[in-house]
């Protein structure tokens, strides 16, 4: 997983490629999409680093399978 440090710099790459005056329609709105896609992940990054203890930790070991338990069964 990427840092918010490199999503806000794959973001400014986008919005750079937006500045050519040769891009068509299609082109344009893509490069826009595509910043606007990391500019939201850098957010959700810097989020998650602030409000790490808001979040639910898994139980579970790394590596370890998943094991279901009574009402999980039935779901």
């Known amino acids: 997983m990427l840092s918010a440090k490199q999503y806000r710099a794959k973001a400014a790459e986008f919005r750079g490629l937006l500045e050519n005056p040769l891009l068509s329609t299609n082109e344009a709105s893509e490069f826009r ?14 989020w998650l680093a602030v409000n790490i ?17 009574g009402h999980e069964k039935q779901i």
């Open 33 to 46: 999409n595509l910043e606007q896609s990391y500019t939201t992940l850098a957010e959700n990054e810097e």
């Open 53 to 69: 203890n808001k979040t639910l930790a898994s139980r579970q070991e790394p590596g370890q399978a998943h094991r279901l338990v």
